[in-house]
């Protein structure tokens, strides 16, 4: 009888006794030989846990398998082979239909009979559930860690290495990170610029690789960078929660906040647009027919000189559907300083904010979603009694539990949305404080310390061409609406 020799260690099973490649390696030998049976070929899959049939040794097995290399297939225990139920299902049929039978080295095993493919599905499905409890409490093990503000993930994020179970920071790092969010603040530099400059002064990644978009990105919008840490980000979000004050922080929260702002402000916007040298474009609409204001440059000369010409046009104007003439941005810049100027800004804030309010009242809609948490909140308490008392069964419980756990998340994110509509002002910046920066100091920023200044305070700003003329007069701003 040819045999195949399946072995396999995962990185937990390296260290104890009898489930070495060596040891299992050997009793299989051992077996075969007394068995009169002759092993053609070796499978070897090292480190590699048996969750699934991702493994490259498994593959090229099942492959031998079909090309009927062999008789049987060996393994020193069936959790070597699998601990899926439906895997060994899918390998059994493999098996059955070319003709080739599974033995264990250490297990009665008969695939031949329908009782003995039975006894093989209890024991995986005995191996399945081993597995899938192990799983559950490591996972409660580590959100527990989580809680407590421990670091549970191998790796530390850039800026900070591991003390123990905690996280401390590197100060080479930390000053990179200052850095990244210094020049994204400035409003000069898109995400994938501070990459590219980063990368030219040889600084590298946490796995001392070359800095691309989403690393940079990644640094920007971690809330670790003001103390607060966020667990099951990326998997098991319905069980994701935040630790704040859990490590030391690199960045102060109004920084934070402000380059969230800016993150937020150019979702929408293309990247050349956002750090463009047009000030308005994003925010500006036309006041003729609602569409998007687009910049246009130019380039004209007279004699020796030539001048520069920053021009705003109606996106619906290319098809015909909009006389909106072009708008030059020297006469709209000078027209918004002109229209700022003589405002009572707690007097124009305040207003655009309570006529915002009065178009969207949510009062109603938050108070009725808040009692339904409240409810959710005594009807698990209810479930969680009668489990400990033995009232409902496990299942029935963990069935419950997570059907209120969705309602709850559901009504959460709604919740949020709304009190995100009631509450229109950005946190940590006040638009009063804003617009008096930009009356007092407009003159002396730069055109992307002004553009930013715009984004961040204003949705929209209607304008309108109202005369032929080559003075700022020509330029109205019509309307305005605050973020």
């Not at 033995?103 to 695939?111: G, I």
């Not at 103390?227 to 109004?254: C, L, S």
Request: aromatic share 10%; proline share 2%; hydrophobic share 35%.
């Amino acid at each position: 009888m040819r045999v195949a020799a399946y072995i396999r260690v995962s990185t937990q099973m390296q260290v104890e006794e009898g489930y070495s490649l060596s040891a299992q390696k050997e009793r299989l030998k051992a077996f075969a030989f007394s068995q009169n049976w002759e092993i053609v070929q070796f499978y070897v899959d090292e480190g590699i846990s048996a969750k699934d049939m991702e493994r490259p040794e498994l593959k090229r097995m099942l492959e031998g398998v079909k090309e009927k290399l062999f008789d049987i297939v060996l393994v020193y225990k069936l959790d070597r082979l699998t601990r899926s139920v439906i895997d060994l299902d899918r390998m059994l049929k493999i098996f059955s239909d070319h003709e080739v039978m599974f033995k264990s080295a250490t297990e009665v095993y008969d695939t031949t009979t329908a009782t003995g493919r039975l006894f093989i599905r209890l024991v995986a499905s005995m191996a399945q559930w081993e597995r899938e409890n192990l799983g559950e409490r490591v996972r409660m093990g580590m959100d527990e860690k989580a809680r407590e503000g421990k670091w549970v993930i191998n790796l530390p994020p850039y800026g900070y290495e591991k003390d123990g179970d905690y996280l401390k920071i590197i100060e080479s790092e930390a000053a990179v990170v200052r850095k990244i969010y210094e020049m994204y603040m400035t409003g000069k530099y898109g995400i994938a610029k501070i990459a590219r400059l980063l990368n030219e002064e040889d600084l590298t990644s946490k796995k001392n690789n070359t800095w691309q978009y989403n690393t940079v990105s990644y640094i920007l919008r971690n809330p670790l960078y003001i103390g607060t840490m966020r667990y099951n980000y990326r998997v098991n979000k319905e069980q994701y929660f935040e630790i704040e004050n859990a490590v030391p922080a690199i960045i102060d929260e109004v920084s934070f906040q402000r380059v969230q702002a800016i993150i937020n402000s150019r979702k929408t916007k293309h990247p050349r647009s956002a750090t463009s040298k047009f000030i308005f474009t994003g925010v500006l609409r036309c006041s003729r027919c609602g569409g998007c204001m687009a910049g246009k440059y130019s380039i004209s000369k007279r004699g020796d000189k030539k001048y520069h010409s920053y021009n705003y046009y109606c996106h619906n104007s290319k098809f015909g559907s909009c006389d909106q003439p072009l708008i030059n941005q020297n006469y709209l810049e000078h027209q918004f300083l002109n229209r700022i100027s003589h405002w009572n800004l707690n007097k124009e804030v305040n207003e655009a904010i309570i006529e915002d309010k009065k178009s969207v009242d949510n009062t109603d809609s938050i108070a009725n979603i808040n009692k339904e948490i409240e409810e959710i909140k005594k009807r698990r308490s209810k479930w969680q009694y009668a489990w400990v008392n033995e009232m409902i069964s496990d299942e029935d419980f963990k069935k419950r539990t997570n059907e209120e756990n969705k309602k709850e998340k559901m009504l959460l994110e709604e919740l949020e949305a709304l009190t995100k509509i009631e509450n229109p002002i950005m946190d940590n910046y006040n638009i009063v404080d804003i617009l008096s920066d930009i009356q007092l100091n407009w003159s002396n920023l730069e055109i992307h310390e002004k553009k930013q200044l715009v984004h961040l305070t204003f949705k929209t700003i209607s304008v309108n061409k109202i005369k032929k003329l080559q003075k700022p007069e020509s330029v109205e701003i019509v309307d305005f609406d605050f973020l």
